[in-house]
């Protein structure tokens, strides 16, 4: 697709819901991460895919956030037994194979505002 | 601990002005900085990206600097405009990793 495409745009949950949120990386986009903004704050990384191979993830922060890319393209983020910190907006973002010693901007899609109430 | 800070205020300058941000790091050695431009309920997007041993880079309006030695990178919008108003993010990635860390961004307003 043309850009990096994530749905939904936005959720409400209840406490203690589970969710699913979906990311549509860039085609052929090998690396895949998902990050989390709180309201005036940077991303804060969580999770990064090769492909279907996660790589890292470092920045989850508790065992009920569970992230999957089956196929090495459409990644699903998942988070069980939502609580209230857990409002936030969930970004996806894709960038193409790095080649040794190289770095590349990122494509972020629009992300997911999660509110859980 | 490693830090990223940018200047949390806002900036707010004269359009036609050079709008300057900073970006200063600690306990970090990074190998890649980037800039990336973020509109209310958007995703962050790619504007510049500078290597350690690169000092600056350029494109249109915009130019980086980057000094290892202060831990700092400027980011400058010469002759800017009200379309320039957003929030401006950078992050960094160190040699050997494939995620880059961000700053919590600085808002730009560009008064007309």
């Known amino acids: 697709g043309a850009g990096v495409s994530q749905s939904p745009r936005y959720k409400v949950a209840k406490r203690g819901q589970d969710v699913a949120l979906r990311c549509d990386p860039i085609?052929?986009?090998?690396?895949l991460f998902w990050y989390q903004q709180a309201l005036g704050q940077g991303p804060e990384f969580l999770t990064y895919?090769?492909?279907?191979?996660?790589?890292?993830k470092s920045g989850l922060p508790s065992d009920r956030f569970f992230a999957e890319r089956p196929e090495g393209s459409v990644s699903t983020l998942k988070i069980q037994r939502t609580q209230q910190e857990d409002s936030a907006v969930y970004l996806c973002?894709?960038?193409?194979?790095?080649?040794?010693?190289?770095?590349?901007?990122?494509?972020f899609g629009s992300g997911t505002r999660l509110t859980v109430v | 601990s490693q830090k990223i800070e940018q200047n949390s205020e806002a900036l707010n300058i004269q359009e036609g002005k050079t709008a300057t941000l900073t970006c200063n790091y600690t306990n970090y050695s990074p190998a890649y900085l980037q800039w990336y431009r973020q509109d209310p309920g958007r995703g962050p997007v790619f504007l510049l990206l500078?290597?350690?041993?690169?000092k600056e880079k350029r494109k249109e309006r915009l130019k980086v600097t980057f000094d290892t030695t202060l831990k700092q990178s400027l980011f400058h919008i010469t002759a800017s405009q009200p379309a320039d108003s957003a929030t401006y993010l950078c992050a960094l990635t160190t040699s050997g990793t494939y995620k880059y860390i961000f700053g919590t961004g600085t808002r730009l307003k560009v008064l007309a």
């Open positions: 973002a894709s960038s193409p194979k790095r080649i040794r010693g190289e770095s590349y901007g990122y494509t």
């Open positions: 085609s052929g986009h090998v690396s």
């Open positions: 895919f090769q492909n279907e191979a996660q790589l890292d």
């Open positions: 500078i290597r350690e041993n690169e």
